[in-house]
């Protein structure tokens, strides 16, 4: 049993490297740039290694945001509030300063040409969070459900990559804050 905990942790900290690595070399380079040797040796590991825990660079891709976005999902669904409750800035607080924890992986993201997948991906996480917290709402405004989850969803991701590209120029609490606050100016969410 407490070999089986030693082996979980060697392969947690594997990939954490592989990750790190990839994750690194991603801002610097375009993915088509990025070859498994490149990752290996940034890591310090085998070409192997990285080939037990990943198809391809595709898939290594695909698994860190994967990974990334089902915890933005969990951190941002676990509010045990009824659901007339909105959790407006606590659930931007959560996000933000998640953004900011995981710098590294946001900034290679939001930095990187090829990073439309992470864009459109992240866009639809938010978009979907914002339409089933418009439903427990239930407030009708004139604005169709769908378009007001698209405009918000894309100025949060918006505001979310000025952030990162700007290495962070204010605290998470100071930019949950002022999004709150520019929904509610333009009438985007309602807080009633």
Same mark, same amino acid.
């Given at each position: 049993m407490e070999m089986e905990k030693k082996i979980d942790r060697r392969i947690l900290r %594997?990939? *954490? &490297? /592989? !990750?790190? &690595? #990839?994750?690194?070399? #991603? %801002?610097?380079?375009?993915? *088509?740039? $990025? %070859?498994?040797?490149?990752?290996?040796? =940034? &890591? !310090?590991?085998? =070409?192997?290694?990285?080939?037990?825990?990943? /198809?391809?660079?595709?898939?290594?891709?695909?698994?860190?945001? *994967?990974d990334h976005l089902g915890k933005l999902i969990s951190f941002c669904s676990s509010h045990d509030l009824p659901p007339e409750v909105m959790v407006v800035e606590q659930d931007l607080m959560t996000v933000i300063e998640y953004v900011g924890d995981n710098y590294l992986f946001f900034s &290679? +993201? #939001?930095?990187?040409?090829r990073s439309t997948l992470f864009r459109d991906r992240m866009l639809e996480f938010i978009s979907a969070g914002l339409k089933v917290k418009q439903d427990k709402q239930d407030v009708n405004s004139g604005i169709d459900k769908e378009l007001n989850a698209q405009f918000m969803s894309s100025a949060f991701v918006g505001i979310l990559? @000025? @952030? $990162?590209? !700007?290495? +962070?120029?204010h605290p998470p609490q100071y930019m949950a804050d002022q999004v709150r606050r520019l929904f509610e100016k333009n009438e985007v969410y309602s807080l009633s």
């Amino acid at each position: 049993m407490e070999m089986e905990k030693k082996i979980d942790r060697r392969i947690l900290r %594997t990939k *954490e &490297a /592989i !990750n790190r &690595a #990839f994750l690194e070399l #991603f %801002t610097e380079k375009e993915l *088509e740039q $990025i %070859t498994i040797n490149d990752i290996a040796e =940034r &890591a !310090n590991v085998n =070409r192997g290694t990285i080939y037990l825990h990943y /198809i391809d660079k595709y898939d290594l891709l695909d698994k860190c945001i *994967e990974d990334h976005l089902g915890k933005l999902i969990s951190f941002c669904s676990s509010h045990d509030l009824p659901p007339e409750v909105m959790v407006v800035e606590q659930d931007l607080m959560t996000v933000i300063e998640y953004v900011g924890d995981n710098y590294l992986f946001f900034s &290679a +993201m #939001f930095s990187n040409h090829r990073s439309t997948l992470f864009r459109d991906r992240m866009l639809e996480f938010i978009s979907a969070g914002l339409k089933v917290k418009q439903d427990k709402q239930d407030v009708n405004s004139g604005i169709d459900k769908e378009l007001n989850a698209q405009f918000m969803s894309s100025a949060f991701v918006g505001i979310l990559e @000025w @952030w $990162i590209r !700007n290495k +962070m120029p204010h605290p998470p609490q100071y930019m949950a804050d002022q999004v709150r606050r520019l929904f509610e100016k333009n009438e985007v969410y309602s807080l009633s």
